[in-house]
Each structure stands twice: as C-alpha cells, then as structure tokens.
C-alpha cells in the first residue's frame, strides 16, 4: 500500500493568516491526490482533486500543488468556517490511502 | 443533487457479519465514470478506504479486507451494500458511503458522501 504521511498534524492559526499542510507519498504518485476537510461530526467534503484542480463551489483562498511525492494544500486568508481537520487522498491505485490528518485550530 | 443515505444496524456481534446498505437519491447507479464506494472512519479518525463498485458490478476491495469484504449493486432500486463478515471490536467505526468520480481526470474524488453511520461491534 502506498503510504501518506501528513504534516504537521495539528497547527494553530488566525483569521486572515495563510496556512500550508503536506502530504509525502510513500511512491510517486503523479498528480492522483485529493484534498478533503471534515467538520465536526460531518462527513468529508473533497476540495482539491488532481493536486491542483479545485472542485466546484470551493472557495479559491484554497489551492493545491504538488506532483509525484510531495504535495501541499494552502488556505489563504482563513476564515472562521475553515477551521477543521483536513485529509490527503492519494487515487492513484488500490487501496486508496489517507494521510492522518491536520487539525487547523484557531490561535 | 445527489444524496447518500446509509442504513443498517448500529450494533453487531462479534464474529457476525455487519451489512450495510446505501441509497442513492437525486441521481442514478447506472450514470458512468462513478464508483459507489465504502470508507470507514476509526475512533481515533483515521479513514480507510474499504472498496468500490461500478454499475456492472464489477467490484475492487482493501486487500486488508479482502477475505471479509463484500460489495454488491441494485441498480433496479439505486442501492448498494456491503457486507462485512467476522467482524471484531477492530471494525467498530463510522461507515461512509460514497461515490467516487472518474468521469474526468480533474475530478478524480469522493465528491458525494452519505452522512456516516456508526456501526459498533460489541456482544
């Protein structure tokens, strides 16, 4: 199985700062990663598909980059709602794996 | 809009068989490039990726689970399931229906997701 190791797994920030979180695939991977962010007893909501491609309706504060092994999210400007625990995906093959996760929590 | 809907029981022994069914609303089981798929989210939040099936019903699995796991399609009532057998305290979780979309490459994602259901093995 490919490994996703995420970082950091929690970090604390304020409304209006950027913040960036990365996710190393254990292989190359190309571009097949995914960004998700869960609520709160909520289920995942996908943010970012192919690295760097947002899905529709997602604020453009978030972006993606990366390619093969090494890939980052990065909120700009954050706002109260985005406070959360966010997820890497790599879809690149079976089984698809998750990073552990990154708390973002409000400085 | 399509929406997800999972149900089942909320508690199982252990050693039995957990099964769990997803119905698809707003759309179709049939429309192409979308696999139905199961995740699971561990107490401690980790997620895990369970398995997918397309409409033909062609089926991949969590090699992890594979001698457990089974994943099946009703197109004729927009449903899926799964079925996981000898279940242990181990597989106690919040279970995730989804679908995952490769309609396109830029989509690639589980861009729809049931609410989750917790599913509890304990006698």
């Known amino acids: 199985d490919i490994q996703m190791t995420q970082s950091p797994s929690s970090v604390s920030a304020s409304v209006g700062d950027s913040v960036s979180i990365t996710c190393r695939a254990s292989q190359d991977i190309s571009k097949w990663l995914a960004w998700y962010q869960q609520r709160p007893g909520k289920a995942p909501k996908v943010l970012i598909c192919a690295a760097s491609t947002l899905q529709s309706g997602v604020p453009s504060r978030f972006s993606g980059s990366g390619s093969g092994t090494d890939f980052t999210l990065t909120i700009s400007s954050l706002q109260p709602e985005d406070f959360a625990t966010y997820y890497c995906q790599q879809t690149d093959s079976f089984p698809y794996t998750f990073g552990r996760g990154t708390k973002l929590e409000i400085k | ?123």
């Open chain 2, 1 to 123: 809009q399509v929406q997800l809907q999972e149900s089942g029981p909320g508690l199982v022994k252990p050693s039995q068989t957990l099964s769990l069914t997803c119905t698809v609303s707003g759309g179709s089981t049939t429309s192409g490039g979308y696999y139905w798929s199961w995740i699971r989210q561990y107490p401690g939040k980790g997620l895990e990726w369970i398995g997918n099936i397309y409409y033909t019903g062609s089926a991949d699995y969590n090699p992890s689970l594979k001698s457990r796991v089974s994943i099946s399609i009703d197109t004729s009532k927009n449903q899926f399931s799964l079925m996981l057998s000898s279940v242990t305290a181990a597989d106690t979780a919040v279970y995730y229906c989804g679908r995952f979309n490769r309609v396109s490459p830029d989509t690639n994602g589980m861009d729809v997701w049931g609410q989750g259901t917790t599913v509890i093995v304990s006698s």
